[in-house]
């Protein structure tokens, strides 16, 4: 496999925009650009990830339509789409193209715009991920499997709701020093312990809100960053991995670990030939505040049931031995489900260039991970980025 | 990059089928699964190319549920869209993932359902394609642009009516002896030519109607090939191409010619270090009875405005030496969008094993192409196979 790199990243404020889902994309798209010092016309291949613009605006066919709105036709352009780890799906697939010497320079873009629609109408499509037999139809949303996840996890390692209420507490922390993130305040455990129940025990600050937003990264061979002059710069791919499950809760293993993480993480780690002790900083899919526990365990950063000591004792702060979420993750960072992944992506070279907003940047991080769930619990990615 | 194979294919009937779009897909993986010997469960990663399942059938996240569907669980598992190029490109998206050695077995399914909203109602989902201030809002179709095209093409070309209908014609007679076509009749040039007119001078034959179907192919890397003993029948992945344009036909350099087909072929070639004069059978996105002369003659296959003329010869027909979709093509084989792309690979692949359908096989061809449309003349895919 030929090496793969990023040379280049952008994103817009994440939250209620006014622009178009094609005016968000664009300016995440020319800010990638201009970092990589790059002119569109260079691009040979764009990816979108993005999960449901139909619905969302009623605006499809993003892949020709943006080709011709980012200006790099004639490259070839593909919609990548596996949920809300779509961005992280075109990722991969940009890694792959140019990891097969297929592409030098390839643009990818992760978007959506949600606020189009009234909320519950969000929150119907954002469902319509889950078995329809098995879920929807007894009126399961993603909350509510994420509130059952949560009491099973209290149940078998006594996590308890003032320690749940540290992990939003956290996001939120850091998203207050983000100026690109939806949420820009600090809460208190108190306050998100008394927050309206959404899900027994899930309260309102457990849950991401849905945001409008993009980011993109530009994916470069060997050969173009030589020749564009990027050598000392250049964030290296280390490895990605990708796992799916099977699409009803109840049909799986586990409640409270998710093996498609596991999958995912795995095939990662052997690809970029590393192990979850070597990861300085992580950006990880809190959609929900009981996923960031899991996470961590999954991917191995943790043993399993020992998420919540570790944040407690401080370690996942941005000061901390593992941080995570630097960014202010899906909580407070926001979660435009398509262009959550390549956030992800964005926040970590940044991390990794040592250019992360004021107070969030980790101390000389090397080595930095993303992790994005698809459906609720299924089809995660996993990325493996490196300084080295 | 990692040689690139095929070890087996699938599909179903195209048509108008009682199944969903979920048993549809199933039941051509299964036969590709099976054509190529093997389990689910040595699946690496899963991707699914169709355009709009969500607005066709109400059924979307298609990567998470067929993952589940199809037995593929843990594997990685992705959508891919690129309008009706969907199933090219994610059969672009398998080499590339295969060709940089990030996996080693993928199966690739392209499906589309399309009659369960009435007519009228795909026609719309399908104008979606267009640009909306450019063409929809002035009532512009992809069949009313297709016939400013061929009427241009008439004027500039000198083609007739009678000489078009001869296309058609063509394809009624292929797919007559196609078993899964979607129309199994032979139709004549006064049928054509006397058919109701839809958008001057295009005719009821002049278009390929909406379909469902799907088709599949496992995708293979030669490590895998050895592994389960196909090395004497894979069929090798020579090249692909991926071209995008301007989203509006009228920004476009011309009416007679589409510059995402030539930069796709150009491409293609170039990877498959083949030209077109090596092409031993071919098919083509006649989705309308002129893109057939204009994609030959972008791809190279004979000179600009000479394809009506090899048409006449005979040149195109299975018996010729540039056969053109002996399948029946889009016009007869049938059109599911998503599912096209890969139902080409699969026609390609059983030309160059010698088992297309009686009356169907080209006389010992040894390279074969497929060339899929995305928008209406925009984002096409290119891909060579061969036998050697």
Known sequence: MEPVNIIGVGMTRFGVLEESIVEIAQAAAYEALEDAALIESTIDHLFVGTQNPE???????????????????????????????????????????????????????????????????????????????????????PTALAAMITRRYMHDYGLTREELSLIPVKAHRNGAKNPLAHFQKEISVEQVSNSPIIADPLRLYDCCATSDGAAAAVVASSKAVHEYGFSDSAIKVLGVGHGSDYLAVQHRSSLTSMNAT?????????????????IDVCELHDAFSILELLNMEDIGLVEKGQAIKAVKEGTTEVSGDIPVN???????????????????????????????????????????????????????????????
């Open 55 to 141: 619905e969302f605006t009623g605006q499809g066919h993003l892949s020709t339509l943006l080709a011709d709105y980012l200006g790099v036709v004639p490259a070839g352009a593909t919609r990548v789409e596996t949920g809300p780890s779509s961005g992280s799906s075109a990722f991969e697939s940009a890694i792959a193209l140019v990891g097969a010497g297929m592409a030098d320079l390839v643009l990818v873009v992760g978007v959506e715009k949600m606020s189009q629609v009234a909320r519950d109408t969000a929150s119907k499509i954002l469902s319509r991920m889950l078995s329809l037999e098995n879920e929807i139809m007894y009126g399961a949303t």
């Open 262 to 278: 596991r999958v995912a993480a795995k095939n990662a780690f052997s690809m970029a030939r590393i192990k979850p002790s070597d």
């Open 326 to 388: 630097p960014s202010g993750g899906l909580k407070a960072r926001g979660h435009p489900t398509g262009g959550t992944g390549v956030a992800q992506i964005r926040d970590i070279v940044l991390q990794l260039r040592g250019t992360a907003p004021i107070g969030l940047q980790v101390d000389n991080p090397k080595i930095g991970l993303t992790h994005n769930i698809g459906g609720f619990g299924n089809n995660m990615v996993v990325s493996i980025l490196s300084t080295i």
